[in-house]
């Protein structure tokens, strides 16, 4: 079970897990929103919700307290989708992706 499965690391982790021919389970804190919730676990990867993964991670033999833990601990984060006017408000200028950043300024870390 990768919890934080489409945050920065948790999603190196999934990709690799999928390379190497492993079947991965998500935890999807977004499971049964509007848009599927799913649409952001890779191809190969079961998205799942907290209670089902629970019930899973107590049947591994995990201890319960861990388990609550674990599940407290990925509830309590922030949505990495949300998205700001900050940097529009700031600079004037909508904001772009880092992708978009680093391509405009590929000479520059050649």
């Known amino acids: 079970m990768v919890i934080g499965s489409t945050g920065n690391l948790g999603r190196e982790v999934v990709e690799g897990l999928v390379a190497a021919g492993a079947?991965?389970?998500?935890?999807?804190?977004?499971?049964g929103a509007p848009d599927g919730g799913v649409e952001r676990?890779?191809?190969?990867?079961?998205?799942?919700?907290p209670d089902i993964a629970r019930e899973r991670m107590l049947a591994d033999g995990r201890p319960p307290a861990l388990v609550d833990a674990l599940l407290a601990g990925a509830e309590a984060r922030p949505a990495s989708e949300l998205i700001t006017t900050t940097v529009?408000?700031?600079?004037?200028?909508?904001?772009?992706?880092?992708?978009?950043?680093?391509?405009?300024?590929?000479?520059?870390?050649?």
Not at 23 to 31: F, G, N
Not at 41 to 49: I, K, R, T
Not at 92 to 99: C, E, L, M, V, W
Request: proline fraction near 10%.
């Open 23 to 31: 079947a991965p389970r998500a935890l999807s804190r977004r499971q």
């Open 41 to 49: 676990v890779p191809e190969g990867v079961e998205a799942v919700p």
């Open 88 to 110: 529009e408000d700031l600079t004037g200028a909508p904001a772009r992706t880092f992708a978009r950043w680093a391509a405009d300024r590929v000479d520059v870390f050649r």
